[in-house]
Structures are given as C-alpha cells and as structure tokens.
C-alpha cells in the first residue's frame, strides 16, 4: 500500500527539540522529492522544507531555516524533521507530503499527521 | 515571497450550484499551482495540478483553469461530500507558499 505514517510529535517545552520521522512504502522513495507542511490548529497551510530524492538539495522558508532540519535516508525509506529552538508558535499538526516528481511540487500523497504542542 | 490571495475566504452554496474559487499569485507563476481538498479532521488531497491537470481519481465536477498570476478552481455541481476547505500552491519559486484556504459550506 502506498502510503507515509508520520511519528514522533508530542509535548515539548518552549527551547526545546523534537525529531519527527516520516515512514514511507509502496513507491520507489528515492525517487521523490519529499516535504514537510504544518498546519496551526484552526489555521492554513504551511510549507516548512522540501528535499529532493537524492537528499542533496534542502529548501526552507526564512521563518525557520537555521531552527529546523529535514534530511532523509533512503536505506530505510524514511524522512525526517528535526526542529530545534521550538516555541509556542510551532505547536500544529505537522504532514509529510510526497511531491509528484523529484522537487516539483503538487503533493500527491500526504501522511496522516503528528500533532507537536509546545507548551510549558 | 510569493504571496497567494483566494477569494473568498468562506461561501455557501446549494447542492448543484456551480461554484469558484479564485487565486491571485503576487507574481506570475507560469501554471505551476495546484489545489488541494481538505475536509474536516483530515490531511489535505490534490485535486489540480499544473493549474488545471485533474488528479487521478478525482470526480470531473472540479476543473482548474489560469496561467501566470490568475487562476481559479471550479466544482461544476456542488455535492454534499465537497463540505471542504480548499487551498491553492505555487511551486514555481521557493518558498513554496499556500494560499489562506477557502472554506465551502453547503446550505
């Protein structure tokens, strides 16, 4: 079954770190780009970082690039996040998403989710 | 930063209507956009890609049209299964940005 199963989210305290992982199966993972995208509870969509399929080629948006990482190791089909420095406003649920081609975008496979809260 | 505007922010139609959803890109994008579908407690689901390429699977009651920097996303006879919300991307230039998200009620 083609499908990503996301993991590792939960309570973390302001300043602290999480890693979240992506598990991938049912299509060839190293031939596509892979992103991470978050969505605030009652709010939008929000692209965090792409990575293409050879892992040689990361992306991100200014509002969190130096705090978040994503990387992936195509031996275990499996991508990651890793996101530092969290605050307050980090707190969403967080997707994994499968790009239609290696780094072009149109995501045609989404995970289910893992919801990060960062409270206190 | 690529800035997505859609419009309208929230619409109620009847089941059979015909409804649109527009997106404005701050600059012109090619047809490097897709729509998505998200209902209710679910993760998001392409619907359009390339602007107007129907996603496989996809009913043919939705349709996209537009290059460049207008664009729009058409359900030609509103069913009770599209209670959604709706975002548009560009993924012409990173960042990669989404649009704020249309949400359709059904009266």
């Known amino acids: 079954e083609v499908q990503l199963l996301e993991s590792g989210g939960g309570l973390e305290q302001p300043g602290g770190s999480l890693r979240l992982s992506c598990a991938a199966s049912g299509f060839t993972f190293s031939n596509y780009g892979m992103s991470w995208v978050r969505q605030a509870p009652g709010k939008g969509l929000e692209w965090l970082s792409a990575?293409?399929?050879?892992?040689?080629?990361?992306y991100y948006p200014d509002s969190v690039r130096g705090r978040f990482t994503i990387s992936r190791d195509n031996s275990k089909n499996t991508l990651y996040l890793q996101m530092k420095s969290l605050r307050a406003e980090d707190t969403a649920i967080y997707y994994c998403?499968?790009?239609?081609?290696?780094?072009?975008?149109?995501?045609?496979?989404w995970g289910r989710g893992t919801l990060v809260t960062v409270s206190s | 930063d690529i800035q997505m505007t859609q419009s309208p922010s929230t619409l109620s139609a009847s089941v059979g209507d015909r409804v649109t959803i527009t997106c404005r890109a701050s600059q012109s994008i090619s047809t490097w956009l897709a729509w998505y579908q998200q209902k209710p407690g679910t993760a998001p689901k392409l619907l359009i890609y390339?602007?107007?390429s129907l996603e496989s699977g996809v009913p043919s009651r939705f349709s996209g049209s537009g290059s460049g920097s207008d664009f729009t996303l058409t359900i030609s006879s509103l069913q009770p299964d599209d209670l959604a919300s709706y975002y548009c991307?560009?993924?012409?230039?990173?960042?990669?940005?989404f649009g704020q998200g249309t949400k359709v009620e059904i009266k």
């Open positions: 998403a499968k790009d239609q081609d290696d780094l072009v975008g149109g995501f045609d496979l």
């Open positions: 990575i293409s399929g050879s892992g040689g080629s990361t």
């Open positions: 991307q560009q993924y012409n230039f990173y960042p990669w940005t």
């Open positions: 390339k602007a107007s």
